[in-house]
C-alpha cells in the first residue's frame, strides 16, 4: 500500500541557517510527489511538486526537493530560514491505485529560533 | 470565489448529534476531496467527488458519514450519532480537473469539529 513516512516530528533551525526536512514514500510505480505548508489555522498550501523529468524540483518560497528513487525519499530543502517559514510540513505521493487520492505523512513541525 | 470556503469554521456537537459541514469549492473546479486531519496527523483521505459522481469513499471510517456533492460544486459532509472520536479538522480540497491528472490541491481552511 502506499505510504509517506516523515521521519521528524519536530525540527528547530536557527534563522538563516539550512532546513531539510525528511520524507520516506512506499509506492510502487513511479509516485507524484508534493510538499504542503500549513500555517495556524490555515488550509494547506502546495510548496512544490514532481511528476517527472528532473529530479531537483524548485518551489516557491525559496524550497526545493530532491526526488532520489534509489532511496524512495524525497527531502525538502532551503539554504536560509526565515522566521516566517515556522509551520508544520507535509510530504504527499499521488495514488492512483485503488482510487484517485493524496495520501499524506504525519507532518514535520519547524520552529525556527532568533 | 477566490478559494475553497468551508463553513462553520467551529463546530462543537454534542455526542449522539448529527452535523453537516459544508465545503464550497472554487468555481469551476471538477474534483472535490473530503479530508480528516487528527490532532497532531497529516491529514486523512474520506472522499473524492469529480463533479457530482462519488467516485472514492474508501476513506470513509464508519456507514455514520456521508458525503454529496449533487450539482457537482458544493459539497455536504454529514456526520451522524456523532462520537467524540470524530473530533478532528475537516478540511476541503478541489482541484480544476478530474480523475487521472494529478495537479496541485487547493485547500481550504478547514472545519474544527470537537464532540463532547
Known amino acids: 500500500a502506499q505510504s509517506v513516512t516523515q521521519p521528524d516530528i519536530h525540527i528547530t533551525v536557527s534563522e538563516g541557517a539550512s532546513l531539510e526536512l525528511r520524507c520516506n514514500y512506499s509506492?510502487?510505480?513511479?509516485?507524484?510527489l508534493f510538499w504542503y505548508v500549513q500555517s495556524p489555522g490555515q488550509g494547506l498550501q502546495l510548496l512544490l511538486k514532481?511528476?517527472?523529468?528532473?529530479?531537483l524540483v524548485q518551489g516557491i518560497k525559496g524550497f526545493e526537493a530532491e526526488f532520489k528513487r534509489s532511496q524512495s525519499s524525497f527531502n525538502l530543502r532551503k539554504p536560509s530560514v526565515h522566521w516566517s517559514d515556522a509551520a508544520e510540513y507535509f510530504c504527499?505521493?499521488?495514488?492512483?491505485?485503488?482510487?484517485?487520492?493524496?495520501?499524506f505523512g504525519a507532518g514535520t513541525r519547524l520552529f525556527v529560533k532568533a | 470565489g477566490a478559494g475553497v470556503s468551508q463553513s462553520p469554521r467551529y463546530k462543537v456537537a454534542k455526542r449522539g448529534q448529527d452535523v453537516a459541514l459544508r465545503c464550497d469549492p472554487i468555481?469551476?473546479?471538477?474534483?472535490l476531496f473530503w479530508y480528516q486531519q487528527a490532532l497532531g496527523q497529516g491529514p486523512e483521505f474520506l472522499t473524492y467527488?469529480?463533479?457530482?459522481?462519488?467516485?472514492?469513499k474508501s476513506g470513509l471510517p464508519s456507514d455514520r458519514f456521508f458525503a454529496e456533492r449533487p450539482e457537482g460544486s458544493v459539497s455536504t459532509l454529514k456526520i451522524q450519532r456523532t462520537q467524540q472520536e470524530d473530533s478532528a479538522v475537516y478540511l476541503c480540497?478541489?482541484?480544476?480537473?478530474?480523475?487521472?491528472?494529478?495537479?496541485?490541491?487547493?485547500f481550504g481552511s478547514g472545519t474544527q469539529l470537537s464532540v463532547l
Open positions: 480540497a478541489s482541484s480544476f480537473r478530474g480523475q487521472g491528472v494529478w495537479e496541485k490541491l487547493f
Open positions: 509506492y510502487g510505480a513511479t509516485p507524484y
Open positions: 514532481y511528476f517527472s523529468g528532473d529530479t
Open positions: 504527499a505521493v499521488g495514488a492512483s491505485t485503488g482510487g484517485f487520492k493524496t495520501i
Open positions: 468555481s469551476g473546479h471538477v474534483s
Open positions: 467527488f469529480q463533479n457530482e459522481a462519488q467516485l472514492d
